[in-house]
């Protein structure tokens, strides 16, 4: 059997000062994009107004996060009660993934200080797809806390207010499930204004449905991907069984994504374009070999009983559901007129140090609170 | 603004009936191609434009401008495309015989696709002008505008850490003086022809149908004023850009070459815009699915909740 309990060990550890030293970088180019603005710092330009920031860090970096999400779907709508020791640890991930997609936009937006007016009612444009999203994940972050807190409760045995949230958390799960599905589909829509400047292999009405289900994929690779190396690091055998009744599932919504993709691409008559040995096309085929390798990955690893198939499958999914994401806002993107834009060393080392922080903060918390499913310790029964 | 302050609250009020029960207020799409009642516009002639670029400079004059400098000098104004200094601006393109001259700005779109993107309502679609305003004061910087725009025309200052989207407004400011677009009131010959869209529609339609060699009267700076010149008319590419890309344009363009050579987008007639709120007033009507599907996870994770 096993409980959630602290990992333990040494936080301040080798690898621990390298990622410090990636976020000291990342800092010294935020003082520059928030002295001398945007332009100066990033490749972002009339053309691409959006870049690494938005398309990598909120777009696909909350969908990274979306494994406390993908997880409660499994536990809470589809009653298995014998996933929840993998929530816990998605929640974290989830946490760090979204609360830092936050920063991201904040450091993006060019008038920062005036972010608070998403909030002002009569600023309101109810049309917006982009205002549902900022709402949305802001509600979700605020969500991930309190779904959180009762990990923070239990280590620092806050027992009266744990029994009280405890009453009520179901309202949270709840709108912990809700959110995302309306937010995850959401950043899909906002990319069907780019209309004839994104790629027919990426624009189809069908974008929210596919980035709601890439967002799922991606919630479960993660977890599967995680969980399978911290459970062969620490032998959570049972861990790894759990994960393994997971990847059972997997395949099969990557099939329905598969097929609802070329679908779409048929739709707009644009399945020729894939072919067309341009950046577009070559992008697309990668993405979609990528893909396909997972899926043949996850059913080697069902016959086999392999488990280091999964490990593979969980990655190829991740990068290929990823990439789908990413090309849908940037490398399917053309806005014509010869603009072109590739990211800055300054730009992709303030993406870095956003996924540093996202690193260090899990490897702190997992090991000082009771977050991992951990073996039972001998005679702790 | 007193309108989207009511929808908004509607929505947030989410599963009430009642409100499901009255009729839904208009959604871009839903209003189709009608024009705004008063809606203001500009009619560009390629085929009488001179190139002068007279109304580049009472462009900068009456927006208060900077000067663009490319290159190495820093003496001549000289932009090479729109920009967050250059709101307006004429190029010319090389088509063998005769160049061809065009004048990129901000079109105003019917259903324009920023005034949807925009989360904070700093660009809006007037009511009554159809003329698609900015407002600083509101504008967060997110730059979906700029990607939401089909002909790229939206610009950010990205040298100010304190930046701003710049954008055409038809002189908005001007209006309330008498004058109109600044473009307009400079243009020589009448090829930049500001007015009621109906109107420079039905002037469009005018010279489109106009025999090439002959000479035809063609009102100056505004339609309405009466004033005009003689012109000998040429062949017209048969097409009055604008008219239906996208839902069509305020901003409308004649033009004896091709639109796609003078860097205008092939775009499809129905708009993007139209698109999006389609999907969006089904998932989001007045939040009742949400409502519904928020009462069905309530249901299961109290059920299902104890695992813990």
């Known amino acids: 059997m096993s409980e959630a309990r602290p990992l333990g060990g040494r936080v301040f550890t080798i690898p621990f000062a390298f990622g410090v030293l990636v976020i000291l970088i990342a800092l010294f180019y935020l003082f520059k994009r928030f002295t001398l603005g945007l332009g100066p710092v990033t490749g972002m330009n009339d053309g691409y107004p959006w870049g690494l920031w938005i398309a990598y860090d909120v777009n696909v970096g909350t969908a990274f996060a979306c494994g406390g999400y993908a997880m409660a779907i499994l536990i809470y709508v589809f009653n298995k009660g014998e996933f929840s020791p993998l929530l816990k640890p998605a929640i974290l991930t989830s946490m760090f993934g979204y609360i830092l997609g936050g920063v991201s936009v904040f450091i993006d937006i060019g008038r920062y200080w005036q972010m608070h007016n998403v909030f002002l009612p009569w600023h309101a444009n109810i049309h917006s797809a982009l205002l549902e999203v900022a709402l949305c994940i802001a509600a979700y972050c605020l969500i991930l806390l309190i779904e959180f807190s009762p990990v923070v409760l239990q280590h620092f045995h806050i027992k009266d207010l744990q029994k009280k949230l405890n009453r009520v958390l179901f309202i949270f799960v709840a709108l912990g499930i809700l959110l995302p599905t309306m937010h995850q589909s959401s950043l899909g829509s906002l990319m069907i204004l780019a209309g004839s400047k994104l790629s027919p292999l990426w624009w189809t009405n069908l974008l929210p449905l596919l980035f709601l289900i890439a967002a799922l994929l991606l919630g479960y690779a993660v977890v599967i991907f995680e969980t399978s190396l911290s459970g062969i690091a620490y032998q959570n055998f049972e861990e790894i069984r759990l994960i393994k009744k997971l990847s059972n599932l997997v395949p099969w919504i990557l099939i329905v994504f598969l097929i609802l993709r070329f679908f779409s691409v048929a739709l707009q008559g644009a399945l020729g374009a894939m072919f067309a040995g341009d950046l577009a096309g070559n992008i697309f085929l990668l993405e979609n070999i990528l893909l396909i390798a997972a899926l043949v990955f996850f059913f080697q690893a069902k016959n086999r009983d392999k488990h280091s198939r999964l490990i593979w499958a969980a990655f190829c999914l991740i990068l290929g559901a990823g990439l789908y994401r990413f090309n849908a806002y940037i490398t399917g993107y053309d806005p014509g007129n010869g603009w072109h834009y590739f990211p800055t060393f300054g730009e992709a080392m303030v993406t870095l140090g956003i996924v540093a922080i996202e690193v260090l903060g899990y490897l702190w918390i997992v090991k000082r609170f009771p977050v991992l499913a951990l073996p039972r310790k001998k005679g702790a029964e | ?308």
């Open chain 2, 1 to 308: 603004m007193s309108i989207q302050r009511r929808d908004f609250l509607k929505a947030a009020l989410g599963g009430s009936l009642a409100a499901a029960a009255s009729a839904r207020p208009g959604l871009a799409a839903s209003q189709g191609r009608d024009l705004p009642p008063e809606a203001l516009g500009i009619l560009y002639d390629s085929n009488l434009c001179i190139g002068c670029q007279a109304c580049m400079t009472a462009c900068k004059q009456a927006n208060d401008m900077p000067v663009e400098f490319s290159g190495q000098q820093t003496t001549w104004d000289n932009p090479l495309d729109l920009s967050a200094k250059t709101l307006n601006i004429i190029k010319m393109y090389d088509g063998g015989d005769t160049p061809a001259f065009v004048k990129r700005q901000c079109l105003h779109c019917l259903e324009p696709g920023c005034v949807s993107a925009c989360p904070v309502s700093a660009l809006e679609k007037d009511p009554k002008t159809g003329i698609v305003t900015y407002d600083k004061k509101a504008c967060i910087g997110c730059r979906y505008c700029q990607v939401a725009c089909p002909y790229n025309v939206p610009k950010f200052e990205w040298d100010n850490p304190f930046p701003q989207i710049r954008k055409c407004e038809l002189c908005n400011h001007l209006l309330a003086e008498e004058r109109y677009a600044a473009c307009c009131e400079a243009c020589p010959t009448g090829a930049s022809l500001f007015g009621p869209v109906k109107e420079l529609r039905q002037e469009a339609e005018r010279r489109l149908n106009m025999e090439p060699g002959q000479y035809h009267e063609f009102p100056v700076n505004h339609i309405s004023t009466g004033k005009t010149q003689t012109h000998k008319a040429e062949a017209y590419v048969p097409k009055i850009y604008g008219a239906d890309e996208l839902g069509g344009t305020q901003v409308m363009l004649l033009s004896g070459v091709d639109f796609n050579k003078l860097g205008l987008p092939e775009v499809r007639d129905k708009s993007y815009v139209s698109d999006l709120e389609g999907l969006s007033s089904k998932l989001y009507s007045y939040m009742l699915l949400p409502a519904a599907v928020f009462g069905g996870l309530l249901y299961v994770a109290k059920r299902h909740g104890d695992h813990e």
